[in-house]
């Protein structure tokens, strides 16, 4: 469903729940989106994270985004992994 264009900074888009099934740092996984979305994570509980609006939207100016979710654990060398996520307003 697409998200409304008037939804309040702070609204809930998405969860996104991770998995590692090392020990230790290498199961400790951190999740981050780059580039400059008015989206932002935030950690809801261990492995779990949401999804939510940082600012207002702007259908007319943009009608989706294209998001790409790193997942990078805290082992020696870190791995990683991404996913895209398809988000219209």
């Given at each position: 469903?697409?998200?409304?264009?008037?939804?309040?900074?702070?609204?809930?888009?998405?969860?996104?729940?991770?998995?590692?099934?090392?020990?230790?740092?290498?199961?400790r996984?951190?999740?981050?989106?780059?580039?400059?979305?008015?989206?932002?994570?935030?950690?809801?509980?261990?492995?779990?994270?949401?999804?939510i609006?940082?600012?207002?939207?702007?259908?007319?100016?943009?009608?989706?985004?294209?998001?790409?979710?790193?997942?990078?654990?805290?082992?020696?060398?870190?791995?990683?992994?991404?996913?895209?996520?398809?988000?219209?307003?």
């Amino acid at each position: 469903n697409p998200i409304p264009e008037d939804s309040v900074p702070s609204t809930v888009v998405a969860v996104i729940n991770v998995r590692d099934r090392d020990s230790g740092d290498n199961g400790r996984v951190t999740c981050n989106i780059g580039g400059d979305y008015p989206f932002r994570l935030e950690l809801s509980s261990e492995n779990t994270y949401k999804l939510i609006t940082a600012r207002e939207l702007d259908r007319e100016k943009v009608s989706a985004y294209n998001i790409t979710i790193t997942a990078k654990d805290s082992g020696s060398p870190a791995l990683s992994s991404q996913a895209q996520l398809v988000l219209e307003v």
